[in-house]
């Protein structure tokens, strides 16, 4: 647990690779080694100077067992302590985080990655289910996402046409984002029209892409003398939903609340209202609705109305993870995103926030959820 009166724990400095569909002539290491040689410049710290290296990937689509094996020499993770966290970066976060804040260490490195495109991501989602029930009735990420819809639109008297707020505005988003392949929405009528799973369309499903993001976290001692405006961990949490898609409440997502309650207690007992940003991860526009209202953002059901308001400029300013989901590394680039707009660094001035919202999500639809909060002083 993060102490904050005893043990404070930064962001000192985040940077990650550009996110694309397919980075043909760029192997893990040289995405990795990007992202964590910008996370230190202009830090003074040295590979050297790193207590230990968590980083977050996934066998399954590096396509070998402890694939990270490979990439320990451009994690600089050689000679140190290295754990792997097969899930999301922003568990790997949570996990560093707490060694920090618990004494056992002052400089941490924290590494997410993937290629989606070298993987079936078809396979890799499915994969996840139980092999007896789930998998032989055809279910998948696209047809959970769409049975999800279904019942949510229904419950929110919403049309699936209401939804294109939710994919445009993200869209958008990430065409102004130079850290995300994207020159602009689509002008495609099958992208924006054509059932994928109905009633949802492909604008309406998270893309995958190829990156890396690396998170330096340092104590506070460390944070003032290599930083010049460190982002402050004030709370996290992280909850599990039943496996069976059929076990689960299908119209909200309990374990994101439970997530977002946890981070909200430790950070001092703030709320929603308290945060001027929020960055999120979603696999579909009805998974980001209720994302936002399972976080107390919007009342259940009315998360749409987040997108018809001025206000929505707070939420996912990055473009967020329908654009842009490098699968494993989806949460962390949201840490980084955020983290880099409260400190105000070259490319990230649009708007001036002072307390963040960081989500992630992880698992077959959305089963698993992680929420830190973070402030600048």
């Avoid at 550009?18 to 996370?39: F, K």
Wanted: negative net charge.
């Amino acid at each position: 647990m993060i102490d904050n009166t005893q043990r404070r724990v930064a962001i000192a400095n985040s940077a990650q690779s550009l996110l694309s569909p397919r980075h043909s002539n760029r192997q893990h290491v040289d995405l990795i080694s990007e992202a964590v040689a910008g996370a230190l410049l202009g830090t003074g710290v040295r590979i050297d100077d790193i207590d230990f290296v968590i980083d977050s990937g996934s066998d399954f689509l590096d396509g070998r067992s402890i694939s990270n094996c490979g990439f320990l020499g451009a994690m600089g993770a050689h000679h140190k302590e290295e754990s792997r966290v097969e899930e999301d970066g922003l568990w790997a976060l949570g996990y560093a985080a707490d060694k920090i804040a618990g004494g056992s260490a002052s400089i941490g490195l924290v590494i997410a990655y993937s290629k989606p495109s070298e993987s079936s991501i078809d396979n890799f989602w499915t994969g996840l289910l139980d092999p007896f029930v789930q998998r032989p009735v055809g279910l998948d990420h696209r047809s959970a996402a769409g049975l999800t819809a279904r019942q949510y639109l229904a419950a929110a008297e919403l049309q699936a046409a209401d939804l294109r707020a939710v994919s445009e505005r993200s869209w958008l988003g990430a065409a102004r984002n130079p850290r995300v392949e994207a020159d602009s929405p689509p002008d495609d009528d099958a992208f924006w029209r054509d059932p994928v799973a109905t009633p949802l369309s492909a604008s309406d499903l998270a893309r995958p892409v190829d990156g890396a993001v690396a998170v330096l976290v340092t104590s506070a001692d460390v944070a003032d003398t290599v930083s010049e405006a460190p982002v402050w961990l004030t709370g996290h949490g992280s909850a599990i939903d039943q496996h069976f898609l059929a076990s689960r409440e299908q119209t909200a997502l309990p374990a994101a609340r439970a997530a977002a309650q946890s981070a909200l207690r430790m950070s001092g007992g703030t709320r929603a209202g308290d945060y001027d940003l929020v960055e999120l991860s979603a696999s579909s526009t009805v998974g980001e609705l209720m994302v936002l209202e399972a976080l107390g953002f919007a009342e259940q059901y009315r998360g749409i109305e987040l997108y018809r308001s001025p206000g929505a400029a707070s939420i996912n300013p990055s473009g967020g993870a329908l654009p842009a989901d490098p699968i494993m590394a989806t949460g962390l680039v949201r840490a980084h995103e955020a983290a880099s707009r409260l400190a105000q660094k070259p490319g990230f001035l649009e708007g001036k926030a002072r307390r963040a919202m960081v989500h992630g999500a992880g698992g077959f639809a959305m089963q698993n959820h992680c929420v830190f909060t973070m402030e600048v002083d």
